[in-house]
Structure formats: structure tokens, C-alpha cells
């Protein structure tokens, strides 16, 4: 049912209480994809290059959009103080309203401005009364001059903390003094929680009571996440708002990239808008056209846009990668000793070069401080007959302990050897070097070698990525330590003894991209594959065909399905996952709860004894820490 606002309410939160709105998407995303670097100060913009803006702005015009969100995501003072503006940002706010109002003007229709304020960039968790007030001031000095310069309405984005959004939704209603509406927008983990762990329907019932007008979800992975929030967040009574990510990023040599297409937020587009949600925009990865499609389902539902009267700031965190290149003779670098050979570094090694079928199970670090779980669950699977575990580095961006902490811990205790994952996301090239040796002194000798997860989609989006190095330039690094040398040449008195595995997409969306980049981490120094999670034995088979040459042993990715909508996530906004419409469909059919998770098993049964005598092994990922499942994946397939 169509909600009546007062008389008096302001013309924007009128339309957003009959729905339904069309926001804009990514204005950093654009902005990057016309030749500004990563390390410019995107709000700075709006002074030095507002007809760029103003171009971004009218694309998503012409895409159908109702509202246009301001070019101040990171304009508060504390966040411009990095870039020296700290002074600016009254002139900064100022001009990215005049910016939004003249593109939200056309001879055919016009459309509302929100002033947008992300975070302050400040991590607060236990702040004190000092924190607050600083938070505070800065996000109120932005506030009203956003107010001032005429925006329509103030939208609080992408914020983690509860108490920072607090903090800045009693600036934005001091700032507005009842003339604009404020709305808050939560940006919550795959759990559907804020850092503190408050959930989705809390988040929305807190923002009531601080008094926004207005509640919403933005960012928080892609939209069946965002539609899942939104669906708790409807209780609390407040026009809605839905604005998600592309799907989760990944790094593609110095870019991040999005997957989820145009046509797949169209569809939850029509969702949203079909439960009650109000206004539906894009965040991060979004382009005009992934709102041309939310513009179509918008119309579809009856637009209340077009009365009389930016977006999310993508943060490309690194400049490329750092190339280490062999300064050496093709006889091996100067004072080389000799590597260990592949089948006695490690019990995992011994057993690929015995041709016997090897199994590892993903067992990541808790959140928090308590590994007494995932210690457990490796006991359970060894007694099982796995292998080894292995350990994701800063699994999606959260607060997890040191992988090589937990490695030992479980080396240890559960008396099972550990496969590390090593990323380039934190560490410099010192750094991970010295994360490598230490490994090393501490018995951890498996390896697999990535890219890491943007912290963007994790709890702490302003944590700054490194990326000194990516995966070839990390198996570079190996393979020198591997014969005794530092990446600067200098001998280190004796050899470490690592098995280097890397990861590689069968279903990879750019297939001969991905074929190349794995010959090139051959030649760095890559020993084993490990794949990520296939679901269809042809995809799988050619991929191996294809890489025959290389001389390569694979293990098998599995992911048991869990339910039907975690085949559709993981399909449509998890990079190099495909899943046949065939196998979606059989999620389908038996819903959610046990029934799901056995038919789960059963598909990744059926792809192991499809591939099993072409492949070494095999690298399982159970769902939502269901350990159990692995065991019933590989049941009759363990060699005696």
C-alpha cells in the first residue's frame, strides 16, 4: 500500500514513500574507467574537473535515473586531509551539488540530488568520548554544506560501525533541521551484520529511532545479499533503499573487477521493488547500464520520479604490482644451492609424487580470537582420511588471526600437515618476505600463492591494499628462497623447502587470459594446481587438456552446494564460478535445510567421480563451516 506523507513533507521524501526511485551507480567506478588514477582525490574532482563529473552524472541520466548522489563520498575533513584539502571542503561539497543539479536538469525531465557522506574514514570501534566528538564535527561541517548548497536530501553510504552511523545520522539531522530528509544506509558482512554484530532488522529499528527518514543496505556484496537485508530491514517501517555492489570484486593485475551483469540486477531489481523497497540503486562496479535494467523495473513497478523539483568513491588500491625480474644468467642466479627435491619437502609432496590421490579441505581462522573450532574440525577430518587443511589469508577481509598462527596451532595439535595461503593484499615486498621465512622456521612448507580479497568487501573497506606483489611476482620470490637467494640477489645461508601451489579458474570468463596467466606461473615457479570449484566435468576436462603441456598435477576444486540461493550468489556474483543452469535447477527443487545440503553433496559426488582418474586430488571447500560434508563428499573416493 502507497504511504501518505504530510502536507509539509519535503518533495524528495514524498517520492521516496510512494517508490519507486532509480539512485545512480558507481561515480569511482567511471571515473577509473576514464583515465583517473587510483591515487587522485576523487572529491577534489569537483573543482578541478567538473565537466568529467558532470559527464558521469549525465550518463546515469540518460540510463533512467530518478537521483543523482553527489560526488562527496569521502568529503569530510578528515578524509581530504590525507590529500592536504582539509580547508576545501565547503567548496568541495558546494560544487558537487551545483555539478549533480546541472546534470539532474534536462529539456525532458529532471531528477533529485542527494548529498552523499560516506564514513570519516576513522576506525572507531572502542572510541572515546574525544573520537566521537571529532567524527562528529567533521561529518556535520559536510553535512550542512550540503544542506546549504541545495541537495534534496542527505544519504549516509556504506557505513560499518553502528556508532559512526549514529554519529553522522544527528550531524545530517542537525545539519538539515527538518528542511531535507536523511537517509542512513548500512553496509553489513555476508552475515548480514554491522562489525559491532548487530543485525540487519536491529540496524534498521536503530536508525528509526535516531530519527532518519530513511533506511537502507548498500554495498554489502551483490544484490541477492542486499535483498536478503532489505527483506528484515522492512519491520522497522521507513521508506527502504537497496543500492548493492556488482557482486564481489576481484583483482585483475591493478584493477578490481565486478561481475554480477545488467540483466541479473534487473531481476532483483523487480524483487526489491515487488517487497516494498523504494528506491533501488548501484554501488560499487555498477555502470548506466546495470541502471538501465533497475530504471526498467522501475517502470515496471510505477515510477513516482520526475517531480519538479556520488556516488560510492571506488578506491583502486594499488598501482600494479611489483615486478620482480631475474637479474641472473640462465645458468641460475650466483651462489644458488641446490632445491630440495619436490617429493621430500613435505608429506603432501611425497604423496603427489607417489601418484597417489591427495585431499585438502579449506579450515579458515574464526573470527575473533577463539580457534578451538577450526582446530577441532581438522581432527575430525584427518581421522576422516584427508590430507591436509588448507587456510585462507584474511578470508574476506575480516578480523581473523595469522594464517600461519593457525597453521601451527593445527600442525600441532591435530598432528596434520597445513597448506598456507599467501596473498599480496597486505604485505610489501619486505613484509612478505619476512612472512615467508618465518613460515618457514615454523615447519609450514605448502604454500598456495594468490591475490587476496579487496579489503573493500571486508569489515574495514579504508584498510589501504599493498599489492606489492602479485601471485607471479610472489612465486618468484619462492622459487628464489626454494635455492637459498633473496629477491635482491643475496644468498640466505641455506634453502627453504616449500610446495608451491597456485590457483587457476577452469571457467574463467576471459578462458585464454587465464590460460596464459597460468603458463606464466608455471615459469614462476608454480608446482601444483588447485582450482577453484567446478561443477560441469566438460569445463573441467578441457581445462586440463589444455594445460597438459605444463606437466602440472590439479587438484579438483569442490564446493558443496548448500541451497538453491547459494547456487544462484555463488553463479552470478562470485568471479570464476559457474554453476550449469541444469545443477541450479536440481538446487532448486529441493529448497533449503537438509534436503539441499545432501543433494549438495550428492552433485559434488558426481563431479569427483567424473574426474576422478583425471585429476591428483582433490581441494573442498565446505559451506558455512559444515566440515562434515567434505567427509561425505570424498567418502569412497580416498585412496586405501
Known amino acids: 500500500m502507497t504511504e501518505r506523507a504530510p502536507a509539509s513533507a519535503p518533495p524528495f521524501l514524498e517520492a521516496l514513500r510512494q517508490g519507486a526511485l532509480v539512485f545512480d551507480g558507481a561515480m569511482g567506478t567511471q571515473l577509473y574507467e576514464r583515465g583517473v588514477l587510483f591515487s587522485a582525490c576523487y572529491e577534489e574532482l569537483n573543482l578541478t574537473r567538473a565537466e568529467l563529473v558532470g559527464r558521469v552524472h549525465g550518463e546515469y541520466m540518460a540510463a533512467g535515473a530518478t537521483v543523482l548522489e553527489t560526488n562527496t563520498f569521502g568529503a569530510n575533513a578528515m578524509r581530504l586531509e590525507k590529500h592536504g584539502l582539509q580547508g576545501r571542503v565547503t567548496a568541495i561539497n558546494e560544487a558537487a551539488v551545483a555539478i549533480a543539479r546541472a546534470a539532474a536538469t534536462t529539456d525532458a525531465r529532471k531528477a533529485f540530488v542527494a548529498g552523499c557522506i560516506g564514513p570519516s574514514g576513522y576506525f572507531l570501534g572502542e572510541a572515546t568520548t574525544s573520537d566521537l566528538s571529532k567524527v562528529g564535527a567533521a561529518l556535520t561541517e559536510q553535512a550542512k554544506a550540503l544542506v546549504g548548497a541545495g541537495a534534496d536530501a542527505i544519504l549516509l553510504e556504506t557505513f560499518r560501525q553502528t556508532n559512526e552511523l549514529q554519529i553522522a545520522v544527528e550531524a545530517a539531522l542537525r545539519a538539515s533541521d527538518g528542511r531535507i530528509p536523511v537517509i542512513a544506509c548500512a553496509s553489513l558482512d555476508e552475515q548480514l551484520r554491522m562489525s559491532d554484530g548487530t543485525e540487519a532488522a536491529a540496524m534498521a529499528s536503530l536508525v528509526r529511532g535516531w530519527g532518519a527518514q530513511g533506511v537502507g543496505v548498500n554495498c554489502t556484496d551483490g544484490p541477492m545479499n542486499v535483498f536478503t537485508a532489505c527483506e528484515a530491514m522492512l519491520a522497522a517501517e521507513l521508506p527502504l533503499l537497496a543500492i548493492p555492489n556488482a557482486g564481489l570484486p576481484r583483482r585483475v593485475d591493478d584493477r578490481l573487477v565486478y561481475i554480477s551483469t545488467p540483466e541479473y540486477f534487473g531481476v532483483y531489481a523487480r524483487r526489491m521493488f515487488k517487497i516494498g523497497v523504494r528506491g533501488v540503486g548501484g554501488c560499487c562496479g555498477t555502470t548506466p547500464e546495470h541502471i538501465k535494467r533497475i530504471a526498467a523495473a522501475a517502470r515496471m513497478a510505477g515510477s513516482a520520479a520526475g517531480g519538479e523539483n556520488a ?276 538446487m532448486r527443487k529441493v529448497g533449503t535445510g537438509p534436503a539441499a545440503r545432501r543433494e549438495g553433496v550428492t552433485i559434488a559426488r558426481e563431479m569427483l567421480e567424473a574426474v576422478r582418474s583425471k585429476v591428483q586430488g582433490a581441494y573442498i571447500m565446505p559451506p558455512l563451516e559444515k566440515y562434515e560434508l567434505a567427509l561425505e563428499v570424498v567418502d569412497g573416493f580416498l585412496d586405501p
Not at 315 to 334: H, K, N, V, W, Y
Not at 430 to 455: K, Q, R
Not at 543 to 555: C, Q, R, T
Request: hydrophobic fraction near 45%; glycine fraction near 8%; charged fraction near 25%.
Open 311 to 586: 556516488a560510492e568513491t571506488v578506491r583502486i588500491e594499488s598501482d600494479g604490482p611489483l615486478e620482480i625480474t631475474s637479474r641472473f644468467p640462465a645458468g641460475g642466479p650466483p651462489g644458488a644451492l641446490p632445491a630440495v627435491p619436490f617429493a621430500e619437502r613435505t608429506s603432501l609432496s611425497a604423496k603427489i609424487a607417489a601418484g597417489r590421490f591427495v585431499t585438502s579441505v579449506e579450515v579458515n581462522p574464526p573470527i575473533g580470537l577463539d580457534p578451538a573450532k577450526a582446530i577441532a574440525a581438522a581432527k575430525m577430518l584427518k581421522a576422516g582420511g584427508i590430507d591436509v587443511v588448507n587456510i585462507a589469508d584474511g578470508a574476506r577481509a575480516q578480523a581473523r588471526m595469522a594464517n600461519v598462527a593457525m597453521a601451527v596451532r593445527i600442525q600441532r595439535e591435530a598432528e596434520m600437515e597445513t597448506i598456507l595461503h599467501v596473498c599480496g593484499r597486505d604485505r610489501n615486498l619486505l613484509a612478505t618476505l619476512a612472512h615467508f621465512l618465518g613460515a618457514h622456521d615454523l615447519g609450514v612448507s605448502n604454500v598456495v600463492v594468490i591475490t587476496g580479497d579487496p579489503p573493500k568487501m571486508g569489515d574495514f573497506p579504508d584498510a589501504m591494499a599493498v599489492y606489492d606483489l602479485d601471485s607471479i611476482g610472489m612465486l618468484k620470490l619462492v622459487s628464489r628462497l626454494n635455492v637459498g637467494i633473496d629477491p635482491g640477489g643475496k644468498p640466505l645461508g641455506g634453502v627453504t623447502r616449500f610446495v608451491v601451489a597456485t590457483g587457476a579458474e577452469p571457467a574463467a570468463l576471459n578462458y585464454e587470459r587465464e590460460l596464459e596467466r597460468l603458463r606464466l606461473k608455471k615459469e614462476a615457479g608454480a608446482e601444483v594446481v588447485m582450482t577453484q570449484p567446478v561443477y560441469d566435468p566438460r569445463v573441467l576436462e578441457k581445462f586440463l587438456e589444455d594445460i597438459k603441456y605444463l606437466e602440472m598435477p590439479v587438484l579438483v576444486g569442490l564446493l558443496p552446494l548448500a541451497s538453491h540461493r547459494n547456487a544462484e550468489f555463488l553463479h552470478n556474483e562470485v568471479p570464476g564460478m559457474q554453476i550449469p543452469e541444469a545443477v541450479r535447477e536440481r
